[in-house]
């Protein structure tokens, strides 16, 4: 049998299956689930900046409720205990630690944060909770014309190592596909401590209610067709990046998806949106498929399997770049007539 055992971010796991971050990852039993159903890992859902500072302002009112009042009224309200209120935060500690008790897979704490001082402080109190590893949710639309793409880089390069040079477990960065030269910053992000890289966070596009015109958030489950991008860019930055680890995200479906990750260079493929179609339990089925093809094409470990056909490696590595592009166009095969045909008479 294929020995399927992988690393990524320096961690053993079991295989390259991991369970990314979402709704799943957010329940400690579904989680349970996941993990007894053969996933390597897991990657609990973000913690975001917003979400934090807007339910602080809503603690802290609720708390101030009846202090404008006359000091006759104060007894409508129950006595304070002693015990510390809990922060917004606690709640993603706590999940942390339950997550952390019930499976014997790494927990990886996604961050996505807005300051400087907020990505450094929310990824210490995870590392500190018991996270195997940091991921740096670096969601972030560029939209002010005032700073330029090397603006934006400079930002995100700094974060990157101002939150590796605070903590001691790795750090991941879930990157977009719309960087300048994703080469380029790949490369610096490794230069700032960053240990591994996540390609690529799916950026969820608005849409628009033409008879109310308002926008709406509209949130649609990835693809196979959309692992094409990853794959691209995995194959180029491999070898680029030899020591980096690399993670295959979005388009996960089946066991071949994963294998297509490996062989372009990933370490690990996330799945979120398959899981979310078809049960934790898929993950057993994806582990099959991907054993039952590498017996198949008599692959023996998932480090033989690595990377063989990535952009150093492949036979045609024109085909992951512009050459590609002329190739497709022509591969187009129309399935109607092109040319008008008469209308029948009759």
């Known amino acids: 049998m294929t020995d399927l055992t992988t690393r990524y971010l320096g961690l053993e796991l079991r295989t390259p299956i991991v369970a990314s971050a979402g709704p799943l990852t957010g329940d ?3 989680v349970r689930r996941v993990v007894a159903a053969g996933a390597s890992a897991v990657v609990l859902p973000s913690l975001f900046e917003e979400e934090m500072v807007r339910e602080e302002i809503e603690l802290n009112l609720a708390l101030e409720a009846g202090s404008e009042h006359f000091a006759e009224a104060l007894d409508y309200f129950p006595q304070a205990t002693t015990d510390r209120v809990p922060a917004p935060v606690d709640r993603h500690l706590d999940h942390l630690a339950a997550v952390r008790a019930s499976v014997d897979v790494p927990v990886i704490a996604s961050v996505n944060a807005t300051t400087s001082g907020s990505w450094i402080r929310y990824a210490r109190m ?5 996270a195997s590893a940091i991921e740096l949710n670096v969601y972030d639309v560029a939209a002010n014309a005032a700073r330029s793409g090397a603006d934006v880089e400079a930002d995100h390069i700094a974060l990157v190592a101002n939150v590796c040079a605070a903590i001691e477990v790795p750090v991941a960065v879930k990157l977009s596909p719309y960087y300048s030269s994703l080469g380029h910053f790949a490369r610096s992000l490794a230069g ?3 240990a591994g890289l996540v390609c690529f966070n799916r950026f969820y596009q608005p849409d628009l209610d033409v008879d109310t015109r308002e ?3 509209v949130v649609e489950l990835s693809s196979p067709w959309e692992l094409r991008l990853p794959l691209r860019w995995l194959a180029i930055l491999r070898p680029l990046l030899p020591d980096l680890s690399l993670a295959a995200s979005s388009g996960i479906e089946s066991g071949r998806d994963v294998a297509k990750a490996l062989l372009v260079g990933a370490d690990v493929a996330m799945m979120t949106s398959a899981l979310l ?6 993950v057993s089925r994806v582990e099959a498929e991907l054993l039952a093809w590498a017996a198949e094409h008599e692959y023996e470990s ?3 399997l690595r990377g063989s056909v990535s952009h150093a490696n492949t036979a045609d590595p024109a085909a992951f770049e512009r050459a590609n ?3 497709t166009l022509h591969s187009w095969v129309a399935p ?3 040319t008008p045909t008469a209308p029948s008479r009759g």
Do not use: F, K, M
């Open 325 to 327: 592009y002329v190739r």
């Open 336 to 338: 109607i007539p092109l």
């Open 28 to 30: 400690a039993d579904a």
């Open 302 to 304: 998932v480090g033989q």
């Open 215 to 217: 926008v709406l958030p």
């Open 192 to 194: 700032a401590g960053a």
């Open 126 to 130: 995870l590392a500190d909770a018991g």
């Open 277 to 282: 179609r078809h049960g934790p339990e898929h």
